[in-house]
Structure formats: C-alpha cells, structure tokens
Nanobody, 127 residues
Framework: HVQLVESGGGSVQAGGSLRLSCAAS????????MGWFRQFPGKRREAVAT???????EYTDSARGRFTISFDSAEKILYLEMNNLNGEDTALYRC??????????????????????WGDGTQVTVS
C-alpha cells in the first residue's frame, strides 16, 4: 500500500511560481511511475506530468515549457516546479503513483480512477 501526501499549494499572482511536493510512503515498486494531475471545480480532471523509474518525463501541452517534474528517490518525494502560472492553472493538484507503465502511458491514465494510488491534493489559486 502507498500513501501520498501533497503540499506546497497556495495563492499566487499570474506570472508567479510554486513548487509542489508529494511525499510517498509505503512500498514503491521498482518499476514505478508517478505524476501529477489537476482537478477543476465540477471534478473535471486533467493530466499534468509524469515520471517513470527510468527517469523519463512526459508533459501535457499546457505544462510543457512551464512545469518541471522530478522525483527524489532517496527521500521518496515527487516535485512539480511550476513557473509562469496563469488563471487557467487554478485547480486542486493531486499526485498519483502506479507501476508497470512508462511515463507516456501514465500521462493518458493518471487521472482515471483505476490508475493506482492518489493523494488528496493541494490547492493552487492563481489570480
């Protein structure tokens, strides 16, 4: 079983930056994949970025060039560095963990209920 706890959200002005963290505990598979998705009012979900055990990363078009995903394997913390934020980035950001997928495969499935494990999220508000 894996537990995920996000932190680092908050309120920021347009053009600003935030760094989100997701602390993982429990058994992380050697062929893990982790990532971030965001949830908007009305519950619509959108993938953001993923990273797999080989270090490969994938981003959605809205995140590419502005966001950077990374994973500290020693501390088991997933990060999302977000720059040049705008109002459309306002959402609840949640991290997810699974196994046996590449980063590219996970980008298409991370927001699905059967993905694996999710955290409860951290709110990002851009004004």
């Amino acid at each position: 079983h894996v537990q995920l706890v996000e932190s680092g959200g908050g309120s920021v002005q347009a053009g600003g930056s935030l760094r989100l963290s997701c602390a993982a505990s429990g058994r992380i598979h050697s062929d893990f994949v982790m990532g971030w998705f965001r949830q908007f009012p009305g519950k619509r979900r959108e993938a953001v970025a993923t990273i797999d055990s080989s270090g490969r990363t994938e981003y959605t078009d809205s995140a590419r060039g502005r966001f950077t995903i990374s994973f500290d394997s020693a501390e088991k913390i997933l990060y999302l560095e977000m720059n040049n934020l705008n109002g459309e980035d306002t959402a609840l950001y949640r991290c997810g963990a699974s196994w046996g997928l590449t980063a590219e495969q996970a980008l298409g499935t991370i927001a699905r209920p059967d993905f694996g494990y999710w955290g409860d999220g951290t709110q990002v508000t851009v004004s």
